[in-house]
């Protein structure tokens, strides 16, 4: 449960993603063609977090890697917030996406592993309805918030980017770390 719960609050802040073109073009006034590269380099460090998934379970443990995930995610969005030019945005963006993946991965992984077969349906479509139905809401909130903040999505992408970290670390101080290890 608490995995789920920590899993619903991230993918709230990970709904400020959806700004990332406006902050690009907008905000920071990219041309065309970069702003091309910074969507392109979330892919790409997606593949790259899916390749790097089952070394980092291994290395740091499942919740551990889900936590590193998290925190790397937050940290990417909050950096996101704070670059100035292209290139810093299309490495956060990158990084966001391994980061991300690496969590999604890794904590599908476990949940394969400790729910029984037979209720894998039932679990699975409960908590990704979960999941995602709190991304319209995170979007929803962003872009009011970018709002409040005159257009400007920075301020909302380092609140988004602390608020995923801090809730990853807490869970991870409470709950997380004692988790068991998934069954081989």
Known sequence: MAVTAVQVVVNLCLAVDTLIVYLGRVTLGLPTHAVAALVAAEGVGGVAGAMAAGVVARW??????VTVGVVGVGTALAAMGMVS???????ANAVQGASVTVASVVNRSARQAWIPRELMGRVTTTIRSLVIAVTP?????????????????????????????????IGWALVLRRQPAPPL
């Not at 740091?60 to 890697?65: C, E, N, S, V």
């Not at 400007?152 to 970290?165: E, I, L, Q």
């Open 85 to 91: 030019d292209a290139w810093g945005l299309v490495l």
């Open 60 to 65: 740091l443990g499942t919740m551990g890697a």
């Open 137 to 169: 809401i995170g979007a929803a909130l962003a872009g009011l918030a970018s709002r409040a903040f005159g257009n400007d999505p920075r301020p909302v992408f380092v609140v988004a980017g602390a608020f995923a970290a801090g809730t990853i670390l």
